[in-house]
């Protein structure tokens, strides 16, 4: 066996070998910070194992607040590097790599799993339910995103990051053009992380479809429900395509077949074309349930009825159609020709339609309305017109006929930061805040959070603005430096001076994580906002592991906003309560992930005898789930009325 | 289908049957007759639809149970996103100057 030993640890460059030594440095902390205080056991217990749908959220999102770290550095280091003409502090070569690492970092390792993490810990709540509908396959798709991101992340500083670009077109990205192992880890990282996504969008369907409590009709469903019910659609339409995509990408790679080579009969663009078609529909999945999260923010805090209820959910359906036909936008260039390009055109510029009917319909619903500004509302409001601005940019893209001077250059990478950041991002903070009592029991900072805020947005426009002006003048995307004469220089150093802004942002969204961990007042009660309208604020706060003590009846849409002003359906009689039935915890994800990572990780390494065997513990994983025959305990009545409590005296 | 719950399976006989007469058509047409590879194509084509369809109806309660509208709905997307990709995708890398 061939064992690569040289290529194992990256060395050389003074950064890596600081990060390197960190990792190490941190892991040895974290291990020993655990034997010291004697956690390891609660650790596994309530963390590792769980399969609650409110743990798991909360590592999902934890995870992307670290991964948004490793990704903000990457974005910071690129604006560092061309901060200034003709710059040395990135080479060429490392300049590819940070760029790619964090495109595939912040789409699949930072807005997946925090909008998986929100959905997860809102939607079941929202629904009445007490868990997803496979709660042990829910902790199984974390595990694999967690895997599958830990690999990833492993690349920089072992074997070598992919330089490919987060599109990883062939046949730059085969092995002819690519020898190292670098892409082998985009291949196979994102591959693991890929079949726990898919399995959500079949947990998320199941459990949306059959565990709606009493009375809640599809149309009386909360509208983040609703999309995270279409999002999860187009994950299991989409997705399949990027599973086969890169398995037979990594065939290519890892065992000499020809799909997507140049020569042997290979069809290289088949690449791009695949990529796009499950691309495309993944800028949707980040992007629907962004939606619904200000759509439901927004209707709390207009403390009004969202504004044309039945309008949006048809405008998220027609967009989600629509998001299956337009994939060629990304290739206009590669030459398909006049009639393939219009129809295209057309298809993308008519997504406009259904998203104008949004906008409208979330100005509609603040018409008149008494306008609250709390901290998540402040996001919703700032998503609108900066958002606008991201959707304009991208009618002027569709154009094919445009497009052929836009493309490549930085008006599009502006383009796409205008729609994730205020889309994406901003709906993640904006939820985060939100739901931040309903995970934790007590609120994040508003003061810090205003910061946070201003911070954060003034820092995004300055950084992204001057890139649509750079894009129009020539400016290049995925170049790692230019010359003085380029007259580039300006904006590139206003833009550059924008990403610290953005990280002070980002800096006072961590700073306000651990002040109010500190600090913040606890005992916020069921509704701390309120003005709750939907079923996830009559609980207590933080959700009880069983959610509902007793399930609710609905009688119509904003079902909580009705109770309270009825005063109906919210007391809780001791006669109702029944011992409730959760499911046990399983050792089994955590394993499945941690056999998957060594899989992937011999796989990366092109280790072949290796990755049989360890091939064989990923199937052991699935021989012990089918034996494994414990089928959950109940949550005795006393311990659901000591837990009760904060209702006052139950009768 | 609900008819014959209790008697003898014949109508999943019969499928069965009808199953393997398909397959072994196929393999005849491919094998055994010297038509041109694009009619052969259209054939085992044809086959394989009337194959998918046998199986659905005959052997997966397509039309049964209290939630046939759903499958019926689920069935007829997957099949309209499985025309998109796969002629979408044809069509999108034979058109143009792109396969050159
Ligand atoms: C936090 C602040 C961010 C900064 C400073 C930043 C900066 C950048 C820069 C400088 C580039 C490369 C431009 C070039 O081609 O030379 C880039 C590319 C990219 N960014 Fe960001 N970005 C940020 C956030 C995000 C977020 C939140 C997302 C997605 C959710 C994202 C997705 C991407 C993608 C997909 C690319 C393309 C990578 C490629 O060319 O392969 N970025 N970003
Ligand atoms: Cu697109």
């Known amino acids: 066996m061939d064992i690569k030993w040289d290529k194992i640890l990256v060395g050389g460059d003074p950064l890596l070998v600081a990060s390197q030594i960190a990792i190490v440095l941190t892991t040895v902390g974290i291990i020993a910070a655990l034997t010291y205080f004697k956690k390891w056991k609660w650790l596994w217990d309530e963390w590792l194992t769980t399969v609650d749908h409110k743990k798991i959220g909360i590592m999902y999102i934890l995870s992307g607040v670290l991964m948004f770290f490793r990704g903000g550095v990457d974005g910071l280091m690129m604006k560092a590097q061309t901060a200034v003409p003709e710059n040395t502090f990135l080479d060429a070569q490392h300049y590819n790599e940070v760029f790619t690492t964090h495109g595939v970092i912040m789409i699949i390792f930072m807005a997946m799993p925090m909008l998986m993490g929100i959905i997860n810990i809102a939607m079941p709540l929202q629904i009445g339910a007490r868990d997803v509908a496979y709660p042990q396959l829910n902790a199984l798709s974390f595990w694999l995103f967690f895997s599958g991101a830990m690999l990833f992340n492993l690349s920089f500083v072992v074997g070598g990051s992919p330089d490919a670009g987060w599109t990883s077109y062939f046949p730059l990205a085969g092995k002819e053009f690519s020898p190292g192992i670098g892409n082998n880890y985009y291949m196979i990282a994102i591959q693991i992380a890929g079949i726990g996504t898919l399995a959500s969008g079949i947990n998320f369907v199941v459990t949306i479809l059959k565990m709606r409590t009493k009375g809640m009709s599809l149309m009386k469903m909360p509208m983040f429900t609703w999309t995270a019910l279409i999002t999860s659609l187009i994950i299991i339409i989409a997705f399949p395509i990027f599973t086969i995509a890169l398995l037979i990408g990594m065939m290519d790679r890892l065992y000499g077949t020809h799909f997507f080579t140049v020569e042997a009969g290979g069809l290289d663009m088949l690449w791009a074309n695949l990529f796009w078609l ?19 923010v927004i ?33 206009y260039t590669m030459g398909v020709g006049p009639t393939v390009n219009s129809v295209f055109s057309i298809t993308t510029m008519l997504i406009a339609i259904p998203t104008g009917i949004k906008m409208f319909n979330w100005l509609f619903t ?47 990478v502006a383009h796409f930061h205008y729609t994730l950041i205020p889309g ?29 805020f201003w911070l954060f947005n003034i ?69 701390p906002w309120g003005s709750g309208r939907t079923l996830e604020w009559s609980i207590g706060s933080p959700a009880p592991h069983y959610n509902f003590a007793t399930l609710p009846e609905v009688k119509s849409i904003d079902a909580f906003w009705y109770m309270k002003k009825e005063k109906k359906g919210l007391e809780l009689r001791k006669s109702d309560i029944k011992p409730i039935h959760m499911p046990a915890k399983s050792w089994i994800p955590v394993y499945m992930g941690a056999a998957f990572f060594v899989f992937g990780f011999v796989l990366v390494f092109e280790w072949h005898i290796l990755s049989v065997i360890f091939g064989l513990s990923v199937l052991a994983g699935l021989a012990f789930r089918s034996f494994d025959y414990d089928s959950g305990y109940y949550v005795p009545v006393e311990e659901i009325i000591e837990t009760e409590k904060w209702r006052g005296e139950i009768k | 289908m609900e008819k014959q719950e209790k008697g003898f399976p014949y109508g999943h006989v019969i499928g069965f049957l009808v199953a393997v007469a398909l397959t072994i058509f196929a393999l005849l047409v491919v094998f055994k007759t010297s038509f041109a590879t694009s009619t052969k194509f259209t054939l085992i084509g044809l086959m394989a639809v009337f194959q998918a369809a046998l199986q659905l109806f005959m052997f997966m309660h397509m039309t049964e149970g209290n939630d046939r509208d759903s499958k019926v709905i689920h069935t007829i997307y997957a099949i309209g996103m499985g025309i998109v990709i796969i002629v979408g995708s044809i069509w999108v890398m034979t058109a143009g100057h792109s396969i050159h």
């Open chain 1, 459 to 527: 820092g995004f426009n300055v950084t992204f603005f001057p890139m649509f002006f750079l894009g129009l003048n020539g400016a290049v995307r995925r170049a790692y430096t230019y010359s003085a004469e380029s007259g580039f220089s300006t904006l590139f150093l206003i833009s550059a001076i924008g990403s610290i802004f953005l990280a002070a942002g980002f800096a006072a969204l961590v700073y306000n994580i651990y002040w109010s961990f500190r600090h913040a007042e606890r005992n916020v009660g069921n509704d």
């Open chain 1, 366 to 412: 603040m018409r008149k309305g008494k306008i609250e500004f709390t901290t998540p509302m402040l996001w919703s409001l700032a998503f609108i017109p900066t958002f606008l601005i991201g959707g304009v940019t991208g009618v002027m893209l569709a154009m094919a006929a445009a497009d052929f001077q836009y493309h490549n250059t930085l008006f599009l």
């Open chain 1, 278 to 296: 499950w691309g495309h529909p993944e800028v949707y999945i980040v992007i629907l349930p962004a939606f619904g999260i200000f759509s439901d």
């Open chain 1, 424 to 452: 994406t991002v901003y709906a993640v903070f904006a939820g985060l805040y939100y739901w931040w009592p309903k995970m934790f029991g007590y609120k994040l900072s508003e003061k810090i959070g205003k910061w946070h």
């Open chain 1, 299 to 331: 209707a709390t805090f207009a403390k009004k009825r969202l504004y044309g209820y039945f309008s949006m959910v048809l405008a998220i359906v027609i967009i989600s159609v629509l998001s299956m036909l337009v994939w060629v936008h990304h290739f």
